[in-house]
DNA sequence: GGATACAGTC
């Protein structure tokens, strides 16, 4: 080992001795070394301990002669970020900038990616904005990590937005970037747009790597083509690729989800022969396919072996069971799930809490719901605290309270705190409360959590989709969103040509053609009286022109509708 | 020497 590696590793297992106190420097400035910026850049990328970094990297601003460079600099701005300690980072930052040391490009990707993954979307494009007026030039990556974050947002326009920016700025797309183009438009529904960019980056001669045949397979499966999924499934294999695990736990996840659990099993036992052990996900999406298809006893069964087998539990795989037994209203099981988590040292997520609070609904039995709001009270979740305050709150207070509850959310992914806001309005809802789940949802929109619900196609062609909505959220979503549709034609003088309101037909139903978000609509509709029809081959769209809308929406017992 | 992607709770 070269004497400089050695030195790295005598610093670091100093500082994984003990907490970092008067001891650790002793220790150190007993080694009586002259740490170069390189070595302390080693030793940075090795701490896991957020505090401790920080407190060796202020340890070695201080030895004499030393000056932290670029590189150490955005090791610990991208530490930070990590652990999400956005004041400490901005701190970092303007010292980083004080001492004239110059951010480099990686230093802005880093501190872009830092704040996206937090979800502060809007300060990601705001440091890309910047890096033009300082003359740092994005490059791929740049472009790579806001096409990523803007993917995972739910904002694929966008997305697509950066992508032609990379372009029109003289970059090529290479593998990278065309596997985030493809796994962007699979996202968004736009499977031809994707397969046509897997195989545009072929014909360009970018070979596709494991994580693009996953991506495009995954996509395939999960739009039911499964002759093309198998093809591509065929074509990695030929191209010289091992399925990994995520290659498994894709086809085990199409497989359960089209009722073949058996099947499912079956894989997971080929990816034992082909030498990759199951971690916590992969039992975990084991119990989870048992349980979607109501078998809790194999659920349990999947739940144990993980356990048997040494892994340890984690928050999803009891989701999952947790999820099992509640679905079979199994509450007594359902609460030694709960005390089970609490044992082991897990604390439970907003899906957790998800779970119960979409188990209020349809119960009428007094002794169910009983047995549920026990269940629900034993949690400590802000979500619950929230719920009990906001249940009881002033009318007046009730915006505020849930927009402090999505603020204290910030860092939950989009996709998590839907299911959460779907939930929660179809609860209100069906407890008859309509004007809070209108509440809920107007703020939830502020916050972006459905960026894709309203669009415009065009500026006279208006949008509104609820096709993945719970029952509840889409009628609150279409009542609120014809309000915001009136209030445009009424400042802006105009209407549009037509006006949709997508609902699905039922494709992702479990039974093909039975969309019950599309009878609900229907039935509202109808018992309106509006012009809403179903126009053309797409049959869960509703179509209807701007005039004719805007009168209807000024009908007085439509008038009295919206208002809520 | 420092930075980016795929599956898995709903």
Same mark, same amino acid.
């Given at each position: 080992m070269s004497v400089k590696k050695e030195i790295v590793e005598r610093v670091c297992d100093i500082l994984a001795k003990?907490? %970092?106190g008067q001891e650790t420097v002793q220790a150190l400035s007993d080694l009586d070394l002259n740490l170069s910026p390189f070595q302390i850049n080693e030793v940075l990328k090795q701490q896991k301990d957020t505090e401790r970094a920080l407190s060796f990297f202020n340890w070695a601003k201080d030895q004499r002669g030393y000056k932290h460079d670029a590189h150490t600099y955005t090791t610990m701005l991208g530490i930070l970020g990590r652990a999400r300690n956005f004041e400490a980072l901005d701190c970092l930052f303007n010292e980083m900038l004080r001492e004239g040391c110059k951010p480099s490009i990686v230093t802005y990707n880093r501190l872009i990616h830092s704040y996206g993954r937090a979800n502060y979307l809007e300060a990601s494009r705001n440091i890309f904005n910047h890096m033009h007026t300082v003359g740092c030039k994005p490059d791929r990556v740049t472009y790579g990590t806001l096409i990523d974050l803007h993917t995972k947002a739910g904002c694929h326009d966008t997305a697509v937005g950066f992508y032609d920016m990379m372009q029109q700025a003289g970059y090529c797309p290479d593998t990278f970037t065309y596997s985030l183009m493809i796994h962007c438009f699979g996202k968004a529904g736009k499977l031809t747009a994707a397969y046509r960019l897997f195989c545009e980056m072929v014909d360009q001669g970018y070979p596709p790597s494991l994580v693009t045949y996953n991506t495009m397979i995954d996509h395939f499966a999960k739009a039911g083509k499964f002759d093309m999924a198998m093809k591509l499934y065929n074509d990695m294999k030929e191209a010289g690729y091992r399925p990994d695990q995520v290659t498994y736990s894709i086809m085990m996840e199409v497989l359960g989800h089209s009722g073949h659990v058996e099947e499912a099993e079956l894989v997971l036992f080929e990816m034992e022969q082909a030498g990759w052990t199951a971690d916590a996900p992969i039992y975990g999406l084991m119990v989870d396919l048992w349980g979607k298809s109501g078998n809790a006893e194999k659920a349990v069964e999947w739940f144990n072996k993980m356990i048997h087998s040494g892994v340890k539990a984690n928050v999803p795989a009891c989701n999952s069971l947790l999820s099992a037994y509640l679905r079979l209203n199994s509450y007594n099981a359902a609460r030694e799930v709960l005390q089970s988590m609490s044992k082991w040292g897990l604390d439970p997520s907003l899906q957790t809490y998800t779970l119960l609070l979409s188990c209020c609904k349809g119960t009428e039995q007094q002794q169910q719901i009983d047995l549920m709001l026990s269940l629900k009270g034993r949690i400590e979740h802000p979500a619950h605290t929230f719920l009990c305050s906001f249940l009881t709150s002033e009318p007046s207070d009730t915006r505020s309270l849930i927009r402090h509850f999505f603020d204290c959310m910030q860092f939950e992914e989009q996709e998590t705190k839907r299911g959460f806001a779907d939930s929660l309005i179809d609860f209100l809802h069906d407890s008859g409360l309509k004007s809070a789940a209108g509440h809920v949802w107007d703020i939830v929109v502020e916050k972006s959590l459905y960026p894709r619900a309203v669009t415009d196609k065009t500026p006279h062609h208006w949008s509104v989709n609820?096709? #993945?909505? *719970?029952i509840g959220t889409a009628l609150v979503a279409l009542l609120r969103t014809l309000v915001l549709f009136k209030e445009r034609m009424v400042t802006s003088g105009v209407a549009p040509e037509r006006v949709y309101i997508i609902t699905g %037909? $039922?494709?992702? *139903?479990? #039974? =093909? $053609? =039975?969309?019950l978000v599309k009878h609900a609509v229907e039935s509202l509709l109808n018992s309106l009286g509006s012009p809403f029809h179903i126009d053309g081959a797409n049959l869960g769209c509703f179509v209807s022109k701007g005039k004719p809308l805007f009168q209807w929406l000024t009908e007085p017992q439509v008038e009295q509708v919206l208002v809520f």
């Open positions: 003990r907490e %970092w609820l096709h #993945v909505m *719970s %037909w $039922g494709r992702r *139903s479990r #039974v =093909a $053609g =039975a969309s």
